[in-house]
């Protein structure tokens, strides 16, 4: 567990309920600086609910989330401006070229050296040759580099990822990663990432927190989670949580 | 308030347009027919009508103050309009950008593109057909400024319609400016409506636009006093407006609609 001051993301009993739903059941825990930590769960177990509420376009019901200490219900644009994003169905605009969505996304997050910057991150993501392409035409593997080139544009503290590497070729999706687990290691920031591959997981994640029906139901290294829980590997123990979560519950 | 983000959208709105015909060519397209169109019909009308009467600024003039109104309106539905249609929402309201910053740069690029059309305009109903503005004088100054405000309180409110029902709302909101034009009186006296009808009309700040508008070019004296009745609800409007698409929008982060707004789950 980080202690505070390490701690970009901050989040204490997160519920948000519709109606009789109850979506996200008060879910609490930390990302800490040069971390990352994966939000896994079967789908519709909360994560890309609490992923919006991390990113203000959802309201809790109850709870808190604080970045870098900044409360996100009373100082919106401040937590804002240490985060950013790449989720697989928010493209960024298809009728934009990857220079002009860039441009613009900076300028929101009031970056400065805006175009060095943007230089920067076309070399970076391998970009160069697609400056002045409209986004709507590039591959999806192009388009998700696109997304993660805006996602860093601000130098995050907090960057969150939903499901980055879904619809990417094995070779795409591993260039990802390494590109993503650079940036946790070199810079301050840390990392929340959403993937339904374990694989995928246990290279890149330091933590895991397996959420089902809203809560989490177990927390730890992903590379010794599934002996402790006597599974034979991270999707066996995944598969457990889709469909046995009360057994994991009771233990 | 910080200009950058504001400035965001307005650039955002600069390179979509440039980059498209279909997004210049209505920019001044259909406002230089209508002047085409209602020039011609003035010039018969003063053919056929006693002589002396002058309908070029006041049938002509009406049409493109109404046109100007209509496209400070849609310079911000149509700003607004983009992101509903590149299903961008995430993008924009998930950043650090305030609902007035964002409104702020609607509003912006509404400036930009409805002064292109008002440029249009004038250069083609003066080139083409004498009209000339400056019939009505220094409450031209005002005229515009209560038709600019107007326009941007139905824009913004079209815009609080549209995230609140879902992407096809936008039928609600073209037909706006024609709802509201049989009550405003932009082609003729309030003294013509229904009783009814001008208890609306007196609500509505174009109104006293379009009877003073009148009053200038039959000679008579028009009183400012009536004006600033005008501009005090255009900016009543506004706030209004600001306050509908500011408690719409809390209540789409409230039930999730920003989040998965493509979906129309919200009715």
Not at chain 1, 223 to 233: D, T, V
Not at chain 2, 38 to 47: D, H, I, K, P, Q
Not at chain 2, 204 to 221: H, K, N, Q, W
Request: with cysteine.
């Amino acid at each position: 567990m980080p202690s505070t001051h390490e701690r970009v993301l901050s989040v204490q009993a997160l519920r948000k309920q519709y109606g009789a739903t109850v979506a996200v059941d008060g879910i609490s825990f930390d990302v800490g600086r040069n971390e990352i930590v994966g939000l896994l769960g079967p789908n519709g177990a909360g994560k890309t609910t609490t992923i919006n509420m991390i990113l203000g376009v959802l309201e809790p019901t109850a709870g808190s989330i604080l970045i870098e200490g900044v409360d996100l219900a009373k100082r919106r644009s401040q937590a804002l401006e240490r985060t950013n994003f790449a989720a697989v169905y928010s493209p960024l605009p298809g009728n934009l070229t990857v220079q002009q969505n860039l441009r613009v996304s900076g300028l929101i997050y009031g970056v400065k050296g805006l175009s060095a910057r943007i230089e920067e991150l076309l070399v970076q993501f391998d970009l160069v040759r697609f400056r002045d392409t409209k986004c709507g035409v590039l591959s999806s593997g192009e388009q998700t580099r696109v997304a993660l080139a805006k996602a860093m544009l601000n130098r995050p503290q907090l960057l969150l990822l939903d499901e980055p590497t879904a619809s990417l070729d094995p070779a795409t999706a591993k260039d990802i990663r390494a590109r993503i687990r650079e940036f946790a290691t070199r810079g301050t920031g840390g990392v929340l990432w959403t993937s339904h591959n374990m694989y995928e997981v246990e290279e890149v994640c330091d933590r895991v927190l397996f959420v089902s029906r809203g809560k989490v139901l177990l927390e730890g290294d992903p590379r010794a989670l599934p002996r402790e829980h006597g599974k034979a590997s991270l999707e066996e123990l995944f598969i457990t949580v889709a469909r046995e979560p009360l057994a994991l519950e009771r233990a | 308030m910080a200009l950058n983000r504001a400035a965001a959208i307005v650039l955002r709105q600069f390179y979509l347009i440039r980059g498209s015909p279909s997004r210049i060519f209505p920019l001044f397209v259909w406002v230089a027919i209508d002047m085409v169109l209602w020039g011609f019909m003035s010039r018969y009308l003063n053919s056929v009508t006693a002589p002396g009467l002058d309908f070029v600024p006041a049938l002509l003039g009406a049409v493109l103050l109404w046109d100007f109104l209509t496209r400070v309106m849609q310079g911000v539905t149509m700003a607004f309009f983009e992101d509903v249609w590149s299903r961008n929402f995430l993008n924009v309201f998930a950043t650090p950008l305030s609902i007035n910053e964002y409104v702020g740069g609607l509003v912006l690029s509404s400036i930009a593109t409805s002064s292109i059309g008002l440029l249009v305009m004038l250069l083609v109903a003066g080139a083409a057909f004498g009209l000339s503005l400056f019939t009505y004088g220094l409450m031209l100054v005002p005229f515009l400024l209560v038709l600019f405000l107007f326009g941007i309180a139905l824009g913004i409110f079209g815009a609080a319609v549209v995230l609140r029902l879902g992407p096809s709302a936008e039928w609600f909101v073209w037909p706006i400016p024609a709802v509201v034009s049989p009550f405003a009186g932009v082609f003729y006296p309030l003294s013509t409506l229904p009783e009814w009808m001008r208890a609306i009309s007196h609500l509505l700040p174009p109104s006293y636009v379009f009877e003073g508008m009148r009053t200038i070019v039959a000679g008579g004296a028009f009183s400012g006093t009536s004006l600033l009745w005008g501009v005090g609800l255009a900016v009543l409007d506004i706030l209004l407006a600001g306050w509908f698409f500011t408690r719409v929008y809390r209540h789409a982060v409230r039930t999730g609609l920003i989040a998965r707004y493509s979906a129309e789950s919200v009715s």
